[in-house]
């Protein structure tokens, strides 16, 4: 990834990571002045827009169920602040893994749907709830599910999630892989995978209505902020992740291997290559530290520290 200024941009996320008021209490970095403060740094006025990366990795693993089974089809992973775990889906068997901090599978959680709807891709943290993680599940079918992961739970079931229909039609392998949410603003994103063009290789967005119901139709709110493939020439969209300091949208390409960086207008700030080997399919941003995680089938976990020692 094209970074000129390294050290200059590692301080800077480091004082933000950093940052404790006078009360002693770490202040969250999902924050509206944070998020202002690094798009300044950012785009002080020079010609080429400039990226908070590169990445330095730290960690490979390959992960195994609790029970010891295999872990096949890791198609999307996400982050929950409130018990420092990581959430990953399995598309075709229908499960959730949680993860410790150290990507040790910790609890197999079934998800009891079927039929079109069960071809579930992409996974949002939405924020935390009395009872548990709200959590968002997105299918190839454009079905966005909503609802609340109880903790210690041993399974989930559709009945208890609220679907949302993004967009109505017949997407086959192009629907929908990538979902992505701003705690912020409320903005839901979706990346249909797509062939590489611009007409099904698609990012839409949408604000999260005040109140949902189950199969409530928001194709109406949906919106396309810019041609993705047009700002980056990718050859699909396997996942999307949002960069809680600033706001911009990792995009994943499964099949050029590469994780994209843009902002909400399209502009390109950057791209990492990836190891050519793996088919990733998952990534996140941890809000705490700005760590990175990369999900790749069958079962391999990739983490990446933001600073350098």
Not at 216 to 234: K, R, Y
Not at 252 to 262: M, N
């Amino acid at each position: 990834m094209n970074l000129p200024r390294p050290l200059i941009l590692s301080a800077i996320a480091l004082a933000v990571f950093s940052c404790v008021p006078a009360d002693g209490q770490k202040k969250s970095p999902i924050d509206g002045e944070n998020r202002q403060t690094i798009l300044g740094q950012l785009n002080d006025g020079s010609e080429n827009p400039q990226s908070r990366y590169p990445l330095f990795p730290t960690v490979k693993k390959v992960i195994k169920g609790a029970n010891g089974s295999a872990v096949d089809n890791l198609s999307a992973i996400i982050f929950l602040p409130a018990t420092n775990t990581f959430l990953g889906i399995r598309n075709k068997d229908k499960y959730l893994h949680e993860m410790d901090a150290n990507f040790k599978v910790i609890r197999d959680i079934p998800i009891r749907i079927s039929g079109a709807e069960s071809d579930l891709e992409g996974l949002a943290y939405l924020g935390e709830g009395s009872d548990g993680p709200e959590v968002a599940m997105v299918n190839e079918a454009a079905e966005l599910f909503i609802g609340v992961i109880p903790r210690g739970v041993k399974s989930i079931d559709r009945k208890n999630f609220k679907k949302l229909i993004v967009s109505r039609g017949s997407y086959g392998n192009e629907g929908p892989e990538g979902l992505a949410y701003d705690q912020l603003t409320g903005t839901f994103y979706v990346g249909f995978e797509g062939a590489g063009d611009s007409e099904s290789t698609r990012l839409v967005k949408f604000t999260r209505p005040a109140l949902i119901t189950d199969g409530m139709d928001v194709s109406h709110l949906v919106s396309e902020p810019f041609d993705i493939f047009q700002a980056t020439h990718m050859g699909d969209l396997a996942d999307l992740a949002l960069d809680p300091l600033t706001g911009h949208i990792l995009a994943l390409s499964e099949v050029d291997r590469v994780l994209y960086e843009l902002d909400d207008r399209g502009v390109l700030y950057g791209h990492h290559v990836l190891d050519k080997s793996e088919q990733h399919e998952g990534v996140i941003v941890r809000p705490d530290n700005g760590q990175l995680v990369l999900a790749a089938e069958p079962n391999v976990i990739h983490a990446y520290d933001r600073l350098s020692e």
